[in-house]
């Protein structure tokens, strides 16, 4: 976790991308053992990356497409975790503030009536606002009462549920009990041209505000002195607080910025992928989605995205695995796998060590003699 | 007599640096010997090689006359060597006993039979005096009752042979005192004891021989009672060392900080501070001495704005900060180096340049408009680095955990004294540290004194104290029972102060 110099930057990154390959050796061996080849699934996994079926020289723009609309909710619901976790902060609502920011925007979409460039733009911050205001409540229990954070929001997932399930149906109204009214186009993310050229993907103007979201969380953490408080809070608040630093105030600010990431995603699925509010029977898993993204992300900017493009494509690839005869649960096996590598961090780190042999041996006792103040 | 273990010519190399070179250590059965060493001399990873969790580069080691390869810490422990490590290895919420028998439970059927193992830790504590209560919670006993765990566990385990690794760095005098009859029941008992510090005190009043280290090398071995400290001292830092502190007398001038019937509550909710008054004057070091909790801790946070005050006020430069929040405190002239330099003094995951910057980020040149400069960050940390004599590895970029405790406590006198603080609380500035640094850190104190500024050094060390104050005010149950001029008092006099037995009019 800590920015410690060349040495373990290359660690950091090593741990993940181990993980990864992991990941993949063991999806690939449960394969075998149902008696199909792992080359099918590494072509499908090519293919949804690339659009190129290698196996049959075909090309697809649409995959490309998929891949990215798969992406974009749990990049956001990753950065949502990760943001709070750099502040020492253990969000698991990013799921309940996510619903929040669909049904705000939802209010937004189908309530007023402006034109597209000032529409979608009302869509997204509303979606954020709500998310954020969401993601305030929590933060202020912990920041007041000392409440974990852990407890609350597991709990404001299901009222986020339920509070979205009630004002669909009830207020904004539903004919079928599943969706409101379709959302005028004004409020819609969808592109036909986006569409177009992905062969009628459901590519939609929904990655713009996910570049930004990744570029602020990076620019907040890494370049600003506010986020610069927050890390420290997040490594040790006992030395923010004597150093002056309102600890509290950061706790709140954290949620409420974590919160609004994961209201972004609300909004984008809703108006992007989907064109109406949702009631929804239980919760879709982009907040545990998220909690695993920021994970094998590090919970730092760049990894989160390529974490979030990862599991993005283990979830476009699946229907291309099916038509290969392969399970599609074998994505979900290969996510659950990369997820549990990199928990076995310390244990990833000795086989690197190894790998790399005597010298490298050295250099991890070193380090503990260092920590032993040698 | 017999050596009981012999490490011979022994050389471990980690990269960069040669940690052992050709150290040979002899130790004599039923002795107390002292490895001595200045922190980074590589006594610990002496130790390490004895207890197996190094291998050396070339050397051998003898236990008992015969040649051992001693591969992991469990051969160690067969050949009878057993370790007391200076953080304690302990599960908080087990009690006594069921931490010493941890990983050898002795069964009785398919349970683990708890009582047959509490009568014999009971019997141990017995036997070597160590008054341990088998069934208390190690979080319910206080640290040298937590120590004295860890040597049950290795007596328990039938060690003959105990490393002790900076004992009594985290002890209270009277700690220390029972700590010393201790080891000498051990030794009476024919164990053997080899004893790491750098503390030249304890090694001339238990220790029958010492071995130092320096830099890797091996320096000597003398008889205690045949060297005197200062000569050890200078056997361990390759020069000679002051142990007094050199300094012209006091020209105290106006009162920058006023403490007013300050009334403090502890962790428990009672009044930990009752009634405190004091003042502190530019140019005058005023040191507060005290037995471990009795109000320090809770005035030091008063004062800084960690903890809320009851009632009474807190003056600085004629300024009423009673109530301002801690960032307030130290715009007005504040400035302190907190007790535990780990909890409060650092962010140990972040770099020694941006823990150069922990009051002062959010400032020009640090930030502009919000945005960090990492230029300037990087540069002010390279100044003071050069400036206080830091040694960190890779300069301002280095882990704040990786550095040594010295290096850490410099860095943090280095970003307190560059704030440049009127009034300056500077607790425990020394703990754990080894001569050379000590030295190091009384002078800077003293030449901030002769700059002008008031300081109010709280510290346990009674030598610290009567060295480096020049008023010294005497703290027991929360109250100051006297204050006096440090010239004109000596250790017995404070010792009965801190005890509560005496008072001196304030």
Redesign the interface.
């Known amino acids: 976790?800590?920015?410690?110099?060349a040495g373990?930057k290359s660690r950091k990154v090593l741990v993940p991308l181990a993980a990864v390959a992991l990941g993949f050796v063991l999806g690939s061996l449960v394969i075998l053992i149902t008696g199909r080849s792992p080359l099918l699934m590494f072509n499908a996994i090519i293919q949804g990356i690339t659009g190129f079926n290698i196996m049959s020289g075909s090309f697809n723009p649409r995959h490309i497409g998929e891949l990215v609309v798969q992406s974009m909710p749990i990049i956001l619901t990753g950065l949502c975790v990760g943001f709070a976790f750099r502040t020492g902060l253990f969000n698991i609502g990013a799921e309940g503030q996510l619903m929040m920011g669909a049904l705000a925007a939802t209010a937004v979409a189908l309530t007023v009536r402006a034109p597209a460039a000032i529409h979608v733009p009302l869509i997204l911050l509303a979606g954020m606002a709500a998310g954020g205001l969401w993601g305030a409540i929590p933060g202020y229990f912990k920041a007041r009462f000392n409440v974990h954070e852990v407890v609350v929001t597991i709990m404001l997932n299901y009222t986020a549920l339920h509070v979205n399930n009630y004002t669909i149906l009830n207020v904004f109204g539903s004919v079928d009990r599943v969706k409101t009214a379709e959302f005028p186009a004004s409020a819609l993310l969808r592109s036909p041209f986006l569409a177009s050229v992905t062969n009628g993907s459901r590519l939609n103007w929904g990655f713009i505000p996910v570049v930004l979201a990744v570029l602020s969380f990076w620019f907040i953490l890494e370049?600003?002195?506010?986020?610069?408080?927050l890390?420290?809070v997040g490594?040790?608040k006992?030395?923010?607080?004597?150093?002056?630093?309102?600890v509290e105030r950061n706790v709140v600010l954290s949620m409420i910025i974590a919160g609004a990431f994961a209201g972004l995603a609300g909004a984008v699925i809703t108006t992007g992928t989907f064109s109406f509010g949702r009631a929804l029977p239980a919760a879709e898993g982009y907040g545990f989605d998220g909690i695993a993204v920021a994970l094998v992300g590090m919970n730092h900017a760049p990894g989160i995205l390529l974490a979030g493009l990862l599991f993005g494509v283990l979830k476009s690839a699946g229907p291309l695995m099916q038509s290969a005869g392969i399970p599609r649960e074998i994505g979900g096996i290969i996510q659950a796998s990369i997820v549990m590598f990199v928990a076995m961090k310390l244990g990833i780190e000795r086989l690197l060590m190894m790998a790399r042999g005597r010298?490298a041996k050295?250099?991890l006792?070193?380090?503990g003699?260092?920590?032993?103040?040698? | 007599m017999a050596y009981i273990i012999e490490m011979l010519n022994i050389t471990k190399d980690f990269p960069g640096i040669r940690a052992n070179d050709d150290v040979t250590l002899q130790v004599e059965k039923g002795a107390i010997h002292a490895l001595l060493g200045e922190n980074g001399a590589g006594k610990s990873t002496l130790m390490s090689i004895l207890f197996g969790l190094y291998q050396p580069e070339s050397g051998r080691i003898k236990v008992r006359g015969q040649e051992v390869k001693v591969t992991d810490p469990n051969v160690a422990n067969e050949l009878g060597i057993g370790m007391v490590h200076q953080h304690f290895k302990l599960v908080h919420n087990f009690t006594v006993t069921e931490n010493i028998i941890l990983g050898l439970e002795p069964r009785k059927g398919l349970a683990v039979d708890i009582d047959s193992a509490s009568k014999k830790v009971a019997e141990l504590s017995k036997l070597y005096g160590l008054a341990v209560d088998p069934h208390a919670k190690i979080e319910d006993i206080s640290v040298g009752m937590q120590q004295r765990v860890e040597i049950l566990k290795m007596l328990y385990r039938d060690a003959e042979i105990l490393i002790f690794d900076e004992p009594t760095a985290v002890l209270t005098p009277q700690e220390i005192r029972e700590l010393i009859a201790i080891m000498r029941r051990l030794v009476e008992e024919g164990k053997t004891i080899l004893l790491i510090t750098h503390k030249l005190k304890e090694i001339k009043e238990v220790a029958d021989r010492c071995t130092v280290l320096r830099r890797g090398k091996l320096i000597g071995t003398v008889e205690v009672k045949d060297a005197s400290e200062a000569a050890m001292a200078e056997m361990m830092v390759g020069r000679e060392v002051s142990f007094s502190v050199d300094k012209a007398a006091a020209k105290p001038g106006d009162t920058v900080l006023e403490i007013k019937e300050l009334c403090v509550k502890n962790a428990k909710g009672l009044l930990g501070v009752k009634n405190l008054s004091i003042e502190l004057r530019r140019g005058e070091i005023l040191g507060l001495c005290g037995i471990d909790g009795n109000g320090q801790t809770e005035l030091i946070q008063a004062l800084t704005g960690l903890t809320k005050i009851e009632s009474g006020s807190v003056l600085v430069r004629g300024e009423d900060v009673t109530n301002l929040p801690v960032r307030q405190r130290l715009d007005r002239g504040l400035g302190h180096i907190p007790e535990d330099r780990h909890r409060h003094g650092l962010v140990l995951d972040f770099r020694l340049d941006e823990n150069m910057v922990l009051h002062t980020y959010g400032k020009p040149p640090f930030a502009r408009y919000g945005i960090l400069d990492f230029e300037a960050i990087r540069k002010n940390a390279e100044r003071l680095i050069e400036e206080f004599d830091v040694r960190a590895g890779k300069g301002p970029a280095t882990a704040a955990r990786s550095m040594s405790g010295g290096n850490q406590q410099k860095a943090i006198l280095a970003r307190e004294i560059d704030r440049s603080p009127e009034a300056f609380i500077i607790a425990q500035p020394t703990r754990g540290l080894d001569v050379g640094a000590i030295e190091y850190i009384h002078k800077r104190i003293v030449a901030e004194r002769d700059k002008g500024k008031a300081i109010l050094l709280v510290s346990l060390e009674l030598d610290e104290i009567l060295d480096v104050s020049d008023r010294i005010a005497v703290i027991y149950g929360g109250e100051i029972v006297g204050v006096v001029d440090a010239k004109e008092t000596d250790e017995n006099e404070l010792g009965l102060m801190m005890s509560g037995s005496l008072r001196k009019a304030v």
């Open positions: 976790m800590a920015d410690t110099g373990s370049k600003t002195s506010f986020g610069y408080s890390r420290a490594f040790n006992d030395a923010a607080k004597y150093a002056g630093m309102k010298k050295a250099a006792e070193a380090a003699a260092e920590e032993a103040g040698v």
